[in-house]
C-alpha cells in the first residue's frame, strides 16, 4: 500500500514516465479518495495510481467542456455533448 503524498508545496507522481506536478489543494483530493477507499474496503492503490486512472477516464469531449467552462467562462454544462460519446480514447 502506498503512503499518502503531502506536507509539499507541490507534490509529484510519476505516472507512466510522466512526471505531473499537483499544487496542494488539488493533490489533496486524490489524498482523501484514497483514504476513503482504505476506509470502506481495507487496501488502496494509493495516490499515484488514482491519478492515472483519472486521467484515463478523461473523455475528449469531457476535457474540451470543462476548457470552455474554466477558460472561456461559458455557464452551464449542457452543451450538447454527449456523455457517452465514443471518441476512440476508452481503455
Not at 486524490?30 to 474496503?41: H, M, S, V
Not at 495510481?49 to 474554466?70: D, K, M, Q, T
Request: charged share 25%.
Amino acid at each position: 500500500m502506498n503512503e499518502p503524498i503531502s506536507g509539499a508545496a507541490a507534490a509529484t507522481a510519476e505516472a507512466e514516465g510522466l512526471a505531473m506536478v499537483l499544487p496542494p489543494h488539488l493533490l489533496a483530493n486524490f489524498e482523501k479518495a484514497d483514504r476513503q477507499i482504505l476506509e470502506t474496503y481495507g487496501v488502496a492503490p494509493g495516490v499515484p495510481l488514482l491519478i492515472r486512472l483519472w486521467l484515463a477516464c478523461g473523455r475528449a469531449s469531457h476535457i474540451r467542456r470543462e476548457f470552455e467552462f474554466a477558460a472561456l467562462g461559458k455557464t452551464g454544462r449542457n452543451w450538447g455533448f454527449p456523455d457517452d460519446e465514443i471518441d476512440g480514447d476508452e481503455i
